[in-house]
Structure formats: structure tokens, C-alpha cells
């Protein structure tokens, strides 16, 4: 699972970089609708994992962490889904923080 994650983030990222050198309102809205199902994806993913999500290590305050393939998921899926915002806030016109061309 955790390689398929990256896997899943590569996809993203090439289609972040396409639509970066080629920009356009069809590519944007192609890559809103691309995003929206990387991000589900990435939700069931992490739903549904199986393996271990807490490490037998207890910290200073007793507290059990996320083991490494499960952060791997985890975190995938929050910026993912903050990249689907911003898609969002770029696609409506509020904020092209996006695809500001840095």
C-alpha cells in the first residue's frame, strides 16, 4: 500500500507539472477532476489498510505514533487533499496560488 501511495503521489505530480507548462482552463479543470479522484483514492487507501498503524514504541507521554507505512499513507492524503483545495480556490478564481509560475 504505502508504494502504491507514491505511486498515486508520482501520478499527481506529473499532472501538477503538466498543467504548470501548459495552462489553460480545460487542463485546469481536467487536473480539479484528476485530483478529486486522487484524493478519494487516497482516502479508501487509508481506510481500508490492514497492517499496522500503531508502533509498539510508546513516546514521553505514553503515546503510541503512526508506524512508517501508515505516516507514508496518512500523509499523502492530508496534502493531497490541500492540493485539491487550493485546485479548488484556483479553478473558482479566489486565489492562483496554484499556478502562480513562481
Keep these: 500500500m504505502p508504494l502504491l501511495t507514491i505511486a498515486i503521489d508520482a501520478v499527481a ?7 504548470l507548462n ?3 482552463s480545460v487542463q485546469y479543470s481536467f487536473g480539479l477532476v484528476a ?4 484524493t478519494i483514492v487516497l482516502i479508501v ?6 497492517g499496522p498503524r500503531l508502533s509498539r ?3 514521553e ?3 503510541r505514533p503512526f508506524t512508517f507505512r501508515y505516516s507514508i499513507i496518512v500523509i499523502s492524503t492530508v496534502l493531497n487533499a490541500l492540493l485539491l483545495f487550493l485546485y479548488f480556490l484556483n479553478y473558482l478564481g479566489i486565489n492562483p ?3 502562480s509560475g513562481y
Excluded: D, H
Design 35 to 38: 485530483q478529486i479522484i486522487i
Design 22 to 24: 501548459n495552462p489553460g
Design 45 to 50: 487507501i487509508t481506510f481500508s489498510y490492514q
Design 97 to 99: 496560488v496554484v499556478f
Design 61 to 63: 507521554n505514553f503515546v
Design 13 to 19: 505530480a506529473l499532472l501538477y507539472y503538466f498543467q
Design 57 to 59: 514504541f510508546r513516546g
